[in-house]
């Protein structure tokens, strides 16, 4: 059976209602990534960011998993142990749909982590700025979330996983975000097939054997067969 990782990124959960951030109107365009998306901007103004990702957390809990997350999670099942899903994504649709080889690589709103002993907790839906650690008690709780400057989380296993995939597929991303949108280069380098599953080509389209136009609910469930 092949091994397959498939990277997924905002566009996938777009027809779920959830904003993705640099189309049309996007997060991006309400908010500037340096206010929201960096420990910088929650340094300078914590209710902001808290404020941002209570209203996301808000609107994921509320969020059902489209026709796309439908089709991975059916993938991962007809091949169990094959299949690894790779999100930038905070919301949880992928495990809402059933996948459960799932690798947040941005952090998750679902949960809530100390800034001062690392510890993690499930993230109440609406988070205060102050709000105490569980485990060490100190009032350092911020969102679990990668913000921009801070190393993504599971790499080394992405890393090893990217080695031995036979085929390495990006949906919904649109290859503006490191070192996510790097990762095309490494499959390819270790012989994947590489399938680009976006509405329109994104910024590293150049670097995929396959490319496939449209809306993640359409063209993921054709591809996955
Ligand atoms: C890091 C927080 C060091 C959670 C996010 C070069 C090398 C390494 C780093 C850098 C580099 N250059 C710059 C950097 C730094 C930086 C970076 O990449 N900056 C960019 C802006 C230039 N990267 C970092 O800081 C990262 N950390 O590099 O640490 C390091 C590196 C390697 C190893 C160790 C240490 C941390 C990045 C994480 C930042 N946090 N999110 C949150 O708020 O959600 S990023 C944010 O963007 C989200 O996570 C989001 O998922 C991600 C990527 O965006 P996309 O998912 O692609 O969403 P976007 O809106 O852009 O695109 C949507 C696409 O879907 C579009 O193409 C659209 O056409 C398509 N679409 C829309 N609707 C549909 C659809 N497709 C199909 N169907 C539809 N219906």
């Given at each position: 059976?092949?091994?397959?990782?498939?990277?997924?990124?905002?566009?996938?959960?777009?027809?779920?209602?959830?904003?993705?951030f640099?189309?049309?109107?996007?997060?991006?365009?309400?908010?500037?990534?340096?206010?929201?998306?960096?420990?910088?901007?929650?340094?300078?103004?914590?209710?902001?960011?808290?404020?941002?990702?209570?209203?996301?957390?808000?609107?994921?809990?509320?969020?059902?998993?489209?026709?796309?997350?439908?089709?991975l999670?059916?993938?991962?099942?007809?091949?169990?142990?094959?299949?690894?899903?790779?999100?930038?994504?905070?919301?949880?649709?992928?495990?809402?749909?059933?996948?459960?080889?799932?690798?947040?690589?941005?952090?998750?709103?679902?949960?809530?982590?100390?800034?001062?002993?690392?510890?993690?907790?499930?993230?109440?839906?609406?988070?205060?700025?102050?709000?105490a650690?569980?485990?060490?008690?100190?009032?350092t709780?911020?969102?679990?979330?990668?913000?921009?400057?801070?190393?993504?989380?599971?790499?080394?296993?992405?890393?090893?996983?990217?080695?031995?995939?036979?085929?390495?597929?990006?949906?919904?991303?649109?290859?503006?975000?490191?070192?996510?949108?790097?990762?095309?280069?490494?499959?390819?380098?270790?012989?994947?097939l590489?399938?680009?599953?976006?509405?329109?080509?994104?910024?590293?389209?150049?670097?995929?054997?396959?490319?496939?136009?449209?809306?993640?609910?359409?063209?993921?469930?054709?591809?996955?067969?």
């Open positions: 059976m092949p091994k397959i990782v498939i990277l997924t990124g905002a566009g996938i959960s777009a027809e779920s209602g959830l904003g993705t640099r189309d049309e109107g996007g997060l991006w365009a309400r908010h500037r990534i340096e206010d929201v998306a960096t420990p910088e901007g929650f340094a300078s103004n914590p209710q902001l960011v808290v404020d941002f990702y209570n209203a996301r957390r808000a609107q994921a809990a509320e969020a059902s998993p489209n026709a796309a997350h439908a089709a999670a059916r993938l991962e099942a007809e091949m169990p142990g094959d299949v690894l899903i790779v999100t930038q994504n905070v919301d949880a649709l992928h495990e809402k749909a059933g996948s459960q080889n799932v690798l947040h690589m941005h952090g998750a709103l679902t949960s809530a982590l100390c800034a001062a002993c690392e510890h993690r907790w499930n993230a109440p839906l609406a988070m205060t700025v102050g709000e650690c569980p485990s060490c008690e100190r009032p709780a911020r969102p679990d979330i990668v913000w921009f400057g801070e190393i993504p989380y599971h790499m080394e296993e992405i890393e090893a996983r990217l080695s031995e995939a036979d085929i390495f597929a990006a949906i919904g991303t649109s290859g503006n975000v490191y070192p996510a949108a790097g990762f095309v280069q490494a499959a390819a380098a270790y012989g994947a590489t399938v680009e599953l976006n509405l329109e080509p994104s910024l590293v389209v150049s670097q995929f054997d396959e490319t496939y136009s449209g809306l993640a609910s359409e063209t993921v469930p054709k591809w996955v067969g």
